[in-house]
């Protein structure tokens, strides 16, 4: 089976500094798509940034990035400056010809 | 523009009974998708549709399970008999044309079967 693994159930950081959550993942196909999702407590799961696996450049989205490693199927998203509203459970996912496989989460908290 | 919507948000019931829940896609959202996370599991895949059609229904766990997407707008995932390892939270997603574009996610149903 082709899985995603996060590694940390659980990562804390003070506001205002960065964070990075891991994530690896297995695959057999040349062309995907990688995504992190997150879901605050009590609401629905949203987009925070996508990858495409056929580009080099890591995507960025404000205070989202990602580090792409190809060769290692490793996909870490880096938050930085957090705020107390990036508390929440972060998804890692990769697709394969649209559906999508999930890593078992990561619960963020960050302290004031 | 509304999000997805999924009915009910919480459902319990009994083993042996039969459960319905609804997904109401985005307009115009060719692509509707159905994942369950079991508790302390990762979210799992169930089915794909593309528009009436099933595109992929390799997650499904036995027949037990029936999905249908009626004339490609709203889906409803039906659960008879239901035992108590069904129970979790189902979501429901959806997406425009490619299968590689964002899946917008709906805010799930929690199931318990008792």
């Known amino acids: 089976a082709q899985t995603v693994t996060q590694s940390q159930p659980e990562m804390s950081v003070q506001e205002a500094e960065t964070v990075t959550l891991s994530c690896t993942y297995d695959?057999?196909?040349?062309?995907?798509?990688l995504f992190w999702y997150k879901q605050p407590p009590s609401r629905q799961m949203i987009l925070v940034i996508r990858q495409e696996a056929y580009k080099q450049q890591n995507a960025t989205e404000n205070r989202f990035s990602v580090n792409f490693q190809k060769a290692a199927k490793s996909f870490s998203l880096k938050i930085s400056d957090s705020q107390l509203g990036d508390a929440a459970m972060y998804f890692c996912?990769?697709?394969?010809?649209?559906?999508?496989?999930f890593g078992q989460g990561t619960i963020l908290t960050v302290h004031p | 523009e509304a999000g997805v919507t999924q009915f009910p948000s919480h459902s319990v019931i009994e083993k042996g009974q039969t459960v319905t829940l609804r997904c109401d896609p985005i307009?115009?959202?060719?692509?509707l998708y159905w994942y369950r996370r079991v508790m302390g599991k990762e979210i799992k895949f169930l089915l794909h549709f593309v528009k009436e059609s099933k595109q992929d229904e390799s997650g499904m766990p036995n027949n037990r399970f029936l999905a249908e997407r009626t004339g490609g707008t709203y889906s409803t995932l039906k659960v008879q008999p239901a035992e108590l390892e069904d129970s979790g939270v189902y979501f429901c997603?959806?997406?425009?044309?490619?299968?590689?574009?964002?899946?917008?996610f709906g805010p799930g149903t929690r199931l318990t079967v008792l």
């Open positions: 996912g990769r697709t394969s010809y649209g559906k999508l496989t």
């Open positions: 695959t057999s196909e040349s062309d995907y798509y």
């Open positions: 997603a959806s997406s425009q044309s490619s299968i590689y574009n964002e899946q917008f």
């Open positions: 307009s115009g959202h060719d692509n």
